[in-house]
Structures are given as structure tokens and as C-alpha cells.
């Protein structure tokens, strides 16, 4: 099993930064790609960002794309998602996530971490 504990999220105001952090720990031999996704209130949850655990490929939603940056640590033991320029719409629940083939569907992924609150005033 893969364990994933998510940090960082919170209040800002629109035009902001944060930074999420999602310690890794288990069986991380068996991670193939980490990723962030968001779930809104009323809303599925939805792909945000993912990296391709081996070479460290990043791929992006197209709403976050140019704002927001996963990033790992170099031991591999956490990841980590940077969100600049915030707006309302960025609001959500937003969760790490490892999946043990190379994919962005949601239903793919097998463990989950218990997810972080961000909040963006207007």
C-alpha cells in the first residue's frame, strides 16, 4: 500500500500562491505516476496535474496550465503542487493520488490521500 498525506492548502485572495505538499510513504516502488486532482463543491473531481514518476515528465489540465507546477522531492518521498495566480474558480478540495501505470483518468488511481482545502477570495 501506498500512503499519502496532503498539506498546505487554505485562504488567499484571488492572484495569490500556494503550495501543496503530499508526503509519500509505503510501497513506493509500486508508483508509476503521482498526480493532484480538485473536487469542487457540487462538482466530480477533476485532473489537475500529474508526473511521470521515472523521468519526471509533468503534464497539466488546460484551466491550470501556466499557473500551477508538480514538482517532487529528489529522495522521491514527497510531491509537491505550486498555485500561483489563483481565482475564485481554483476553489476546491484538492488531493494527491498514485497510480502504478501512466495515466490521468481518475478511476486508474489506486491510493488517495485524505485531501487539503484551498479557499480563493475574490
Known amino acids: 500500500q501506498v500512503h499519502l498525506v496532503e498539506s498546505g492548502g487554505g485562504l488567499v485572495q484571488a492572484g495569490g500562491s500556494l503550495r501543496l505538499s503530499c508526503a509519500i510513504s509505503?510501497?513506493?516502488?509500486?508508483?508509476?505516476?503521482m498526480a493532484w486532482f480538485r473536487q469542487a463543491p457540487g462538482k466530480e473531481r477533476e485532473f489537475v496535474a500529474a508526473?511521470?514518476?521515472?523521468?519526471?515528465?509533468?503534464y497539466y489540465a488546460d484551466s491550470v496550465k501556466g499557473r500551477f507546477t508538480i514538482s517532487r522531492e529528489n529522495t522521491r518521498n514527497a510531491v509537491y503542487l505550486q498555485l500561483d495566480s489563483l481565482t475564485p474558480d481554483d476553489t476546491a478540495t484538492y488531493y494527491c493520488?498514485?497510480?502504478?501505470?501512466?495515466?490521468?483518468?481518475?478511476?486508474?488511481?489506486?491510493?488517495w490521500g485524505q485531501g487539503t482545502q484551498v479557499t480563493v477570495s475574490s
Open positions: 493520488a498514485s497510480a502504478s501505470t501512466f495515466t490521468i483518468r481518475r478511476t486508474s488511481y489506486q491510493y
Open positions: 509505503g510501497d513506493t516502488f509500486t508508483i508509476y505516476t
Open positions: 508526473m511521470h514518476w521515472g523521468v519526471e515528465n509533468t
